[in-house]
């Protein structure tokens, strides 16, 4: 990258520019191969150039770009019917990305209350090491003091908790509770997942004090944890949901779902979007879906999931000087990093592989969910190298 640079210098890059991709792969303009074990942070969920998606896409290129959300727009109806027909939800608010769905899921919690005659009930509880975005609501929810440092005084009516903390949300809870915001599986905050016993206190808790239970599935969701959100695992079931990152493919795409009760506060006129639910995303998120909801999709996330668990726990094993513990569900997997985070991701890149750092040193791998056994074994094989490099590094230092 040239010295100075026109944009904003809010992201420390990679010097990596990939020129196309294919399925697992990344090429970059110099024709180099990277499997690409980050999909763009759990986005490209059907692998890139996915040629049903490339088609939807071009189709729908060649009707109708945009729409205001003044007229009615099929694939909004469509893409919204299967989604509820797939899951707890009655209702689809369409978004353009992840922080946009958490707004609109935190303003259906608060305006559910409202329209019950409860204004004040607007608190959200949420969780350490929470991530639910950049907007101002979102990292006020987030909570990380490093996202909010310097962005004025943090928005009102978070209430934040140890993640896992039963008592300290029952402690939380006052007479202006409206919900609770969690992440099943924590993704940011370095895959960290929720325990069942967890999950299904806080589904206790809402329903004992007449709030909503509000999920964070931008990540989690769609396939990722190899069932369409990672609630099902729990067998616990919210009021609200947010979704984006797998949902479209690649195509800027979220959605908020809720219930029929939950979103009967969100009448004419009080939320809207430019481009939410524009026509190019519905195609491509309509595609997105003909893909996962395939027999056998969610089957393979499971499968290949499993030989990358094993795997990894085999490679733990054999370099506990590298790697301390491997953790997630399906294919949202984290290795705990028993040397700087950095320096393993560092390693894995040098083998053309592709990951993702996250909290608590932790590497994030986040496959295209259309990964074979295959290429997990190819993955494998690579961070073994990387660990097999950082080991001799460490060796040569020491000698
Ligand atoms: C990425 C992410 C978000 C924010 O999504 P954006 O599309 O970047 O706004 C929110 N919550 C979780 C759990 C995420 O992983």
């Given at each position: 990258?040239?010295?100075t640079?026109?944009?904003?210098?809010?992201?420390?890059?990679?010097?990596?520019?990939?020129?196309?991709?294919?399925?697992?792969?990344?090429?970059?303009?110099?024709?180099?191969?990277?499997?690409?074990?980050?999909?763009?942070?759990?986005?490209?969920?059907v692998?890139?150039?996915?040629?049903?998606?490339?088609?939807?896409?071009?189709?729908?290129?060649?009707k109708?770009?945009?729409?205001?959300?003044v007229?009615?727009?099929?694939?909004?109806e469509?893409?919204?019917?299967?989604?509820?027909?797939?899951?707890?939800?009655?209702?689809?608010?369409?978004?353009?990305?992840?922080?946009?769905?958490?707004?609109?899921?935190?303003?259906?919690?608060?305006?559910?209350?409202f329209?019950?005659?409860?204004?004040?009930?607007?608190?959200?509880?949420?969780?350490?090491?929470?991530f639910?975005?950049?907007?101002l609501?979102?990292?006020?929810a987030?909570?990380?003091?490093?996202?909010?440092?310097?962005?004025?005084?943090?928005?009102?009516?978070?209430?934040?908790?140890?993640?896992?903390?039963?008592?300290?949300?029952?402690?939380a809870?006052?007479?202006?509770?409206?919900?609770?915001?969690?992440?099943?599986?924590?993704?940011?905050?370095?895959?960290?997942?929720?325990?069942?016993?967890?999950?299904?206190?806080?589904?206790?808790?809402?329903?004992?004090?007449?709030?909503?239970?509000?999920?964070?599935?931008?990540?989690?969701?769609?396939?990722?944890?190899?069932?369409?959100?990672?609630?099902?695992?729990?067998?616990?079931?919210?009021?609200?949901?947010?979704?984006?990152?797998?949902?479209?493919?690649?195509?800027?795409?979220?959605?908020?779902?809720?219930?029929?009760?939950?979103?009967?506060?969100?009448?004419?006129?009080?939320?809207?979007?430019?481009?939410?639910?524009?026509?190019?995303?519905?195609?491509?998120?309509?595609?997105?879906?003909?893909?996962?909801?395939?027999?056998?999709?969610?089957?393979?996330?499971r499968?290949?999931?499993?030989?990358?668990?094993?795997?990894?726990?085999?490679?733990?094993?054999?370099y506990?000087?590298?790697?301390?513990?491997?953790?997630?569900?399906?294919?949202?997997?984290?290795?705990?990093?028993?040397?700087?985070?950095?320096?393993?991701?560092?390693?894995?890149?040098?083998?053309?592989?592709?990951?993702?750092?996250?909290?608590?040193?932790?590497?994030?791998?986040?496959?295209?969910?259309?990964?074979?056994?295959?290429?997990?074994?190819?993955?494998?094989?690579?961070?073994?190298?990387?660990?097999?490099?950082?080991?001799?590094?460490?060796?040569?230092?020491?000698?």
């Open positions: 990258m040239a010295e640079t026109p944009l904003y210098e809010t992201y420390s890059r990679a010097p990596l520019r990939f020129d196309r991709g294919e399925g697992v792969w990344l090429i970059t303009e110099g024709g180099e191969r990277y499997l690409d074990f980050g999909s763009g942070v759990a986005v490209t969920s692998g890139h150039s996915h040629p049903h998606l490339v088609a939807a896409l071009k189709e729908q290129a060649d109708v770009w945009h729409l205001s959300n007229y009615e727009i099929p694939g909004q469509r893409l919204a019917k299967r989604l509820t027909d797939s899951s707890f939800a009655d209702k689809v608010f369409f978004t353009n990305s992840g922080a946009e769905a958490l707004e609109c899921a935190i303003k259906t919690a608060r305006r559910y209350h329209a019950k005659g409860h204004p004040e009930r607007y608190h959200i509880i949420t969780f350490q090491g929470a639910h975005g950049r907007t609501a979102t990292i006020a987030g909570g990380q003091e490093k996202y909010l440092e310097g962005f004025g005084p943090k928005a009102p009516g978070f209430d934040q908790v140890p993640f896992g903390d039963l008592d300290a949300v029952r402690a809870i006052t007479d202006a509770t409206a919900g609770i915001l969690v992440e099943p599986i924590q993704g940011e905050g370095g895959i960290n997942p929720a325990t069942p016993d967890f999950m299904k206190g806080l589904r206790q808790i809402c329903d004992e004090h007449g709030l909503l239970l509000i999920l964070d599935e931008v990540q989690s969701g769609m396939g990722r944890t190899g069932r369409l959100f990672a609630h099902e695992i729990y067998g616990v079931t919210p009021d609200i949901l947010a979704a984006a990152k797998g949902i479209g493919g690649g195509f800027p795409l979220g959605a908020c779902l809720a219930t029929a009760e939950a979103a009967s506060g969100m009448v004419a006129g009080t939320h809207g979007s430019t481009y939410g639910g524009n026509p190019l995303a519905m195609a491509v998120g309509n595609a997105v879906l003909d893909v996962v909801l395939e027999d056998g999709f969610l089957q393979n996330v499968d290949v999931g499993l030989v990358m668990r094993q795997g990894l726990a085999s490679l733990k094993d054999r506990p000087d590298i790697i301390q513990d491997v953790r997630g569900e399906g294919l949202m997997l984290g290795i705990k990093a028993a040397v700087p985070v950095g320096e393993l991701l560092q390693a894995i890149r040098a083998n053309k592989m592709l990951a993702m750092t996250a909290g608590d040193n932790v590497v994030r791998l986040l496959p295209p969910l259309v990964v074979t056994a295959q290429d997990a074994r190819e993955a494998l094989s690579r961070i073994e190298q990387a660990a097999e490099s950082l080991r001799m590094k460490s060796a040569r230092k020491t000698a």
